[in-house]
């Protein structure tokens, strides 16, 4: 068994054990042939007969890949060696040496409690990214696949280092072949554990790592929502630099960034990337909303009557109809000059009926751009009634709530006020929050406190009953 003050290979005195698992150790030495002595890194890895074969086939894929590979925040190859049995160890070790990187990895920092600023997490992402670049357009690509803090070392001057490289995956050799699944589970995408992996799955990891950094928290440990984990309502920071960290960790590899050199160019226009699709829409709702930065769409559906039930009130509606005509055909025989008033009344209880079924019936469209909004009400899918307005005439806070004529819809003030279509007063809260958000991305962390009635509101002019959602969750 390797020992502090040991001399492997008659060239590397071993100084401090960094790291151990059951086959595996990792060890700072010196380097007694370099002039001037230098540290370096050794691993080793036991060749016992319980070691699964897929360990020994990414150390040895470790020392390949890493031959080929030059960059500064990158260890590099040293040397790759045998030791035959060794003293007190009854099994041969494979030795790998590379340079050593200097400083604490981030989960080090992470364990002593330290707080990273929202500066040091964007220029961690930018270096990190930066190493990514190099990694995966280097032919063929080169995988890191276990990105995450103790994986990174913040040296000098806060440089980023990118290490231990045990399951890189040199992609042109997976092509066709079976991917021996690795990584850190919480910093893994789901397309990794299925045994695939693409350059993005190393942006879903240093998404990941940069949620823990920012939260403080190991991401496996936070909530989850449709795959997406939830992060926003923990940290204060910039809501672009949150929305990008999103699209890092976007569980669909479509929805997510594709490409490191694409993921730093979103970074320096952060504020212009669509949000990630939210979904907090009230269990058992059939609204359906569609939201990117430039558009806002949103399908409210008819009301509550089956096309059974429409059936239905048509008949009885004809069988009531039944009795005024019987009395205007008594009254045309008996009184000619009362025809025109008894087709009048007539016309005017088939338009009122008519009117009265209207609401069931229609569904409700609203469409939003940075321009224009219109509220379209349509009938088995025919236009019968549009309204237009300007984006720019809404103040998302104030023109914004919910319909004052008692109908439970939402109302827009843009010059005018527009009314959409009636709906529960779960989904009424949910709808005015989901347009103020996008109306106003600066108001996201905060909420209207539920259970204050709408009137109320108008009369305060809102303010006073705005509040930070910490303060009432």
């Given at each position: 068994m390797p020992q502090v003050g040991q001399v492997l290979n008659d060239r590397y005195q071993l100084q401090e054990r960094l790291g151990r698992d059951?086959?595996?150790?990792?060890?700072?030495?010196?380097?007694?042939?370099?002039?001037?002595?230098?540290?370096?890194?050794?691993?080793?890895?036991?060749?016992?007969?319980?070691?699964?074969?897929?360990?020994?086939?990414?150390?040895?894929?470790?020392?390949?890949?890493?031959?080929?590979?030059?960059?500064?925040?990158?260890?590099?190859?040293?040397?790759?060696?045998?030791?035959?049995?060794?003293?007190?160890?009854?099994?041969?070790?494979?030795?790998?040496?590379?340079?050593?990187?200097?400083?604490?990895?981030?989960?080090?920092?992470?364990?002593?409690?330290?707080?990273?600023?929202?500066?040091?997490?964007?220029?961690?992402?930018?270096?990190?990214?930066?190493?990514?670049?190099?990694?995966?357009?280097?032919?063929?690509?080169?995988?890191?696949?276990?990105?995450?803090?103790?994986?990174?070392?913040?040296?000098?001057?806060?440089?980023?280092?990118?290490?231990?490289?045990?399951?890189?995956?040199?992609?042109?050799?997976?092509?066709?072949?079976?991917?021996?699944?690795?990584?850190?589970?919480?910093?893994?995408?789901?397309?990794?554990?299925?045994?695939?992996?693409?350059?993005?799955?190393?942006?879903?990891?240093?998404?990941?790592?940069?949620?823990?950094?920012?939260?403080?928290?190991?991401?496996?440990?936070?909530?989850?929502?449709?795959?997406?984990?939830?992060?926003?309502?923990?940290?204060?920071?910039?809501?672009?630099?949150?929305?990008?960290?999103?699209?890092?960790?976007?569980?669909?590899?479509?929805?997510?960034?594709s490409t490191a050199r694409q993921a730093l160019k979103a970074l320096n226009h952060k504020h212009t990337l669509s949000p990630p699709i939210t979904n907090r829409r009230p269990t058992g709702s059939q609204i359906q909303l569609h939201k990117s930065a430039r558009q806002l769409k949103i399908e409210i559906p008819r009301r509550g009557f089956r096309a059974l039930d429409v059936l239905y009130m048509l008949g009885v509606a004809g069988i009531l109809s039944y009795f005024p005509l019987y009395i205007i055909r008594l009254a045309v025989s008996r009184y000619p000059g009362v025809v025109f008033w008894l087709y009048f009344a007539v016309i005017y209880l088939f338009v009122s009926l008519i009117w009265l079924l209207l609401p069931a019936l229609q569904q409700t469209h609203l469409y939003f751009d940075r321009k224009r909004f219109e509220i379209v009400w349509k009938v088995f899918g025919l236009c019968y009634w549009r309204r237009r307005g300007k984006t720019a005439e809404i103040d998302g806070w104030r023109s914004v709530y919910a319909d004052p004529e008692g109908r439970k819809g939402v109302t827009i003030e843009a010059k005018r006020r527009y009314a959409s279509s009636s709906m529960s007063d779960v989904e009424r809260v949910w709808l005015i929050q989901e347009i103020r958000d996008w109306l106003d991305p600066a108001f996201r962390n905060f909420r209207v406190k539920p259970g204050i009635f709408t009137d109320e509101m108008l009369d305060a002019g809102f303010d006073e009953w705005i509040y930070k959602k910490e303060d009432f969750d």
């Open positions: 059951a086959s595996r150790q990792t060890w700072l030495a010196v380097d007694l042939d370099a002039q001037p002595q230098t540290q370096v890194v050794v691993k080793l890895l036991a060749l016992s007969p319980e070691m699964p074969w897929d360990e020994c086939k990414l150390f040895e894929r470790e020392a390949q890949v890493l031959q080929l590979l030059d960059h500064p925040r990158i260890p590099q190859y040293r040397d790759y060696f045998v030791l035959d049995h060794p003293v007190d160890s009854r099994f041969s070790w494979f030795s790998l040496v590379e340079s050593y990187m200097p400083g604490k990895s981030l989960q080090q920092w992470l364990n002593l409690g330290y707080h990273f600023s929202e500066a040091q997490v964007k220029k961690i992402a930018v270096e990190v990214l930066a190493i990514l670049v190099y990694l995966h357009e280097l032919e063929p690509p080169v995988l890191h696949r276990d990105i995450k803090p103790s994986n990174l070392i913040w040296g000098k001057g806060q440089r980023v280092y990118l290490v231990d490289f045990g399951a890189v995956q040199d992609k042109a050799a997976a092509e066709g072949a079976t991917f021996t699944v690795v990584g850190t589970y919480g910093y893994v995408p789901m397309e990794q554990f299925g045994g695939r992996a693409e350059p993005a799955s190393d942006l879903y990891a240093l998404g990941a790592t940069l949620i823990h950094l920012l939260t403080g928290v190991a991401p496996a440990d936070l909530p989850q929502q449709d795959g997406r984990v939830q992060f926003g309502d923990r940290v204060n920071f910039d809501l672009g630099l949150l929305n990008w960290i999103g699209k890092l960790t976007e569980p669909n590899l479509t929805d997510r960034l």
